[in-house]
């Protein structure tokens, strides 16, 4: 598993991809607020964690081995690509 988190700064949107999403959380002070269960959502989004002021879990789609991308995006980030 993968995964990709995506803010928006002065220079524009930025991706990091952490090993640990819980840890990425921590050091960036950010709370986990739940988890995903939604059913109308894609099997691989459950169960990972819901961040305050991120969207997500989303699909990312897969690495090039074929390891799916758990993505997740500030508001802004969400806002800009939803134009």
Request: charged fraction near 20%; proline fraction near 7%.
């Amino acid at each position: 598993m993968a995964y990709q988190i995506v803010v928006t700064t002065e220079e524009g949107m930025v991706s990091t991809y952490p090993d640990s999403i819980e840890a990425w959380a921590e050091d960036n002070y950010t709370a986990i607020t739940g988890v995903s269960a939604n059913p109308r959502t894609r099997p691989e989004l459950q169960g990972h964690p819901k961040m305050a002021g991120f969207v997500g879990p989303c699909w990312g789609g897969t690495t090039e081995s074929g390891e799916p991308i758990i993505r997740y995006e500030d508001s802004e980030t969400y806002r800009a690509l939803c134009v």
